[in-house]
């Protein structure tokens, strides 16, 4: 079935970073503004928007205090406006970062939830009696420490799967349901057009909130009891019942811990729930004994089985979403191309390719189109993401893990790898902002900016805005079903896409060693779409070489 969002390429925004307008050094909706003329010259369809709700900031905007106000730090709602207006002129749609796993622990209903037992709010959260003078169970946060935190006033501990200052929802209340569906309807009354869920995944969680498994020796594994759990998709039906099918909008879950028969779903055609999910099977296979705080390198086979998988057991029951990195990944450069001078931009426009001739929505993360790489911080102190500062002191306060090594995982697994300013020319601070920004600029703007890859033809940046045409021009892009091929080979990853009686053949070299392939021999009458070489030598790909040509089936 054909739907504007199959067909879509959208762009992912952090505010923070992207462009700061009035020279305070954090970028905000007036900076997006003015570079919505750059999003439409790029080609993309939607803006997925990071949250710019009202927010105390611990976890950079995920902790929200108010969903229907603007966090002073990005503007006010009138500069919201503005920007929707304006980016709906250029045909580009907004899409909101809905955060309902939990709330800001600032929010007025958490605060009227502490006050006592029996407030009218008190239901609204996870409260929990303590087991022998301890917390109800040994959940750990994903920030590090107990996923429970004392109340004194009411002699209980309440739920945050996160950081303290976000306590998870009860969604076992119907009257926080209606609250969260009330609020999405008012956003889409604004205008919007559609929503990014995040943590969408943990809104039901186990009621007999048992121990986990016990990780590092610290503190128990949630994840079994929190992801996907018995009420999940009744309540995400119920959503799409009350506000979801009333607006022609796009909808994609953040689905931690997701596995395909959930993601049918979650997002199957006929579900009645989530257009999409995001998985994150592919970007988790180098965790490690220190979970995802590893500079391990990921074998291709891995790489390659991960995403087949999904591209294959998917096909014609639900629609895959397509990333490398985002807000809470390094950067697809440095992970899994390579962000050496010699290789950076030629890997970077191998892996675009891979990417965007798969089936689904393909997202892009703002910088990705330039290529921008890791920061590789060699300091604690230039870290802001409050993940990676407790992870250090956790682990190395524990003998987890040496000052040293974590040192060389947070350069490779930080989430502020993707959170250095947009680098947008050689002016001071990459011109992200006249002041000093909220994080350190990536030293490398000089070579890599937006301003020198739109004037250089053979840029990554223009190798993007060629792919997001090609998908525009040729169907088989969108709709072309996926097979596989050369699936032993551990340094090529190929396949093909099929569309009635035409086909495309994708191969990319994922290393900087030649690799013999013969995919393309007897494919010369085809139609090469595109290709980061200028010339091709026939029977190998050269390093990183990627191919895609086009070619009766």
Not at 367 to 384: C, H, P, V
Request: net charge negative.
């Amino acid at each position: 079935m054909k739907q504007w969002w199959k067909e879509s390429v959208v762009y992912q925004i952090y505010p923070r970073s992207f462009a700061d307008s009035n020279g305070d050094g954090i970028g905000d909706l007036n900076g997006i503004t003015e570079h919505l003329d750059y999003l439409q010259d790029l080609g993309v369809d939607v803006i997925w928007l990071s949250p710019v709700y009202q927010s105390p900031n611990d976890d950079n905007g995920y902790d929200i205090s108010d969903y229907q106000a603007i966090m002073s730090d990005f503007g006010t709602m009138e500069d919201y406006d503005r920007m929707l207006s304006e980016a709906h002129k250029r045909g580009i749609k907004i899409v909101m970062d809905l955060v309902v796993n939990h709330t800001s622990d600032e929010h007025q209903w958490f605060v009227e939830s502490k006050k006592s037992k029996d407030n009218q709010y008190r239901d609204y959260y996870i409260w929990k009696e303590g087991k022998n003078g301890k917390e109800p169970n040994n959940w750990g946060g994903c920030f590090g420490g107990s996923a429970w935190e004392y109340d004194k006033e009411t002699d209980m501990y309440f739920l945050h799967c996160f950081s303290k200052k976000q306590p998870d929802l009860n969604w076992e209340n119907p009257q926080v349901r209606k609250e969260v569906f009330d609020m999405m309807s008012w956003w889409c009354e604004k205008g919007i057009d559609g929503f990014r869920m995040d943590v969408i995944s943990m809104i039901s969680k186990d009621p007999a909130f048992p121990d986990g498994e016990v990780r590092n020796g610290l503190y128990g594994d949630n994840g079994p009891f929190v992801c996907n759990g018995p009420h999940v998709h009744e309540y995400l039906r119920e959503m799409n019942q009350e506000v979801l099918s009333k607006y022609d909008i796009m909808t994609v879950g953040e689905a931690a811990g997701v596995t395909i028969e959930e993601a049918k779903k979650y997002a199957g055609e006929t579900t009645g729930e989530l257009n999409m999910v995001f998985q994150f099977e592919h970007v988790e296979l180098g965790d490690h004994r220190i979970g995802k705080w590893s500079a391990k390198e990921v074998p291709l086979k891995d790489l390659r089985e991960a995403m087949n998988r999904w591209q294959i057991n998917l096909e014609g029951k639900a629609w895959n979403s397509l990333f490398w990195d985002n807000h809470d990944q390094p950067r697809a450069v440095s992970r899994f191309g390579d962000d050496s001078p010699m290789y950076r931009e030629v890997s970077a426009k191998m892996l675009a390719t891979c990417l965007h001739m798969m089936k689904g929505t393909p997202y892009i993360y703002q910088g990705e189109e330039l290529g921008m790489t890791n920061a590789y911080f060699s300091k604690l102190e230039d870290y802001r993401d409050i993940e990676s500062i407790n992870a250090y002191h956790e682990y190395t306060e524990n003998g987890l893990a040496g000052k040293e090594e974590m040192m060389n995982c947070l350069k490779e697994i930080s989430r502020d790898n993707a959170r250095t300013p947009m680098q947008w020319n050689t002016k001071e601070n990459a011109g992200f902002t006249t002041g000093t920004p909220w994080i350190k600029v990536n030293k490398n703007y000089l070579e890599i900016n937006a301003e020198a890859e739109m004037a250089e033809k053979d840029s990554v940046y223009n190798y993007y805005k060629k792919l997001i045409r090609l998908r525009k021009e040729n169907e088989i892009m969108v709709h072309g079903r996926f097979n596989p091929l050369l699936e032993e080979d551990d340094h090529i990853y190929a396949y093909e896409r099929l569309w009635e009686g035409e086909k495309i053949v994708v191969a990319c070299n994922f290393t900087k060693e030649v690799q013999a392939c013969d995919l393309f021999r007897g494919l010369e009458d085809g139609k090469e779409l595109i290709s980061n070489y200028k010339e091709h030598k026939t029977g190998v790909l050269q390093p990183y070489e990627a191919i895609a040509v086009l070619c009766k089936a």
